[in-house]
């Protein structure tokens, strides 16, 4: 018995050696020192809440931060009111139209968005934000409220320093490509289509 665990001992120690130095290689191999763009797609839940896992990891080295919330803003949220109430650094701006399937009002959500635009167009151009939250950007490009090139072309102006999160589905293949980092959250079951309402705190 002790000579066969002394064999898996010794078999453990060469594989977790062999991921140290494919680790220890990846990051020796890692040293470009820019922001970077990344895009949280896909179905499933989870994608803002990653983002905003992001803002308070920034908030805990003292970065500077912003935040645009397109799409949402008519409900409260907890990241909403924690980030109004304790975050008074974060630079918080919403679209505040609520859900484009809930105002059906084309041009008043283009306006809207256009504004909220403005907002975000700002923040990418000023180099001391280190992070800044495009949550569901997506929708607006999906939706055509937005001009793709115009967004585009902020994106990769933006100052090299800074690091961008763009969440929600689709956004098209351009957006995709200029990422340098795309995560696809793929749903495999959830609460609600099985008429689970909601929860706060831990839906919004």
């Not at 320093?161 to 957006?175: E, P």
Request: glycine share 10%; hydrophobic share 35%; aromatic share 8%.
């Amino acid at each position: 018995m002790a000579e066969q665990s002394d064999k898996r001992e010794q078999a453990h120690r060469r594989k977790m050696q062999k991921l140290k130095e494919s680790v220890d290689s990846g990051i020796a191999a890692a040293a470009t020192d820019r922001g970077v763009l990344i895009l949280l797609t896909g179905n499933g839940k989870g994608k803002s809440s990653s983002a905003f896992g992001m803002v308070m990891r920034a908030l805990g080295y003292g970065y500077k931060v912003g935040v645009i919330q397109f799409i949402k803003g008519e409900q409260l949220s907890g990241e909403e009111i924690y980030l109004r109430d304790h975050c008074p650094q974060v630079d918080f701006h919403q679209m505040g139209t609520g859900f484009t399937w809930d105002t059906q009002d084309r041009s008043g959500d283009i306006a809207a968005a256009e504004r909220t635009w403005e907002q975000a167009r700002r923040m990418l151009a000023d180099d001391s934000y280190h992070l800044v939250v495009l949550d569901e950007l997506t929708y607006m490009l999906s939706f055509k409220y937005l001009d793709e090139q115009q967004v585009l072309d902020a994106l990769k102006n933006r100052p090299q320093n800074q690091s961008v999160v763009v969440t929600g589905r689709g956004g098209g293949a351009a957006l995709g490509e200029m990422a340098d980092t795309v995560s696809e959250i793929r749903e495999i079951k959830h609460a609600y289509n099985a008429g689970v309402k909601a929860r706060r705190g831990v839906d919004y």
